[in-house]
């Protein structure tokens, strides 16, 4: 079984900062993506940020300059610092995983986990 476990939303101001973490754990040979994606209320889910198992970073162009992910392989941890927030940043946040492990009692290559959502308010 693998877990994702994401922390770090809250209330904030406009203009104030988050750092989210996503943290695995379970029988996972290797994590091959991290993904942040998230979804405000009412609209589709969005991609936020891509993370490498090398620690390479890709970001949707509308975040790229105030959203910050970094990965740390011994911690098996993802985090996304965010700066500069607005309120329409508003949104359930979420972490995902492609990687190779065990489901069950198979091994396989490209399973994908998502984490259980952490919510960021940005309001006054």
């Known amino acids: 079984q693998v877990q994702l476990v994401e922390s770090g939303g809250g209330l904030v101001q406009p203009g104030g900062s988050l750092r989210l973490s996503c943290a695995a754990s379970?029988?996972?040979?290797?994590?091959?993506?991290w993904t942040w994606y998230r979804q405000a209320p009412g609209k589709q889910r969005e991609l936020v940020a891509v993370v490498s198992s090398s620690g390479s970073t890709n970001y949707a162009d509308s975040m790229k300059d105030r959203f910050t992910a970094s990965l740390d392989n011994a911690q098996n941890t993802v985090y996304l610092h965010m700066e500069s927030l607005k309120p329409e940043d508003t949104a359930e946040y979420y972490c995902n995983v492609n990687f190779d492990g065990m489901r069950g009692t198979m091994w396989y290559r490209d399973l994908e986990q998502w984490g259980q959502g952490t919510l960021v308010t940005v309001s006054s």
């Open positions: 379970g029988q996972i040979t290797r994590i091959n993506t």
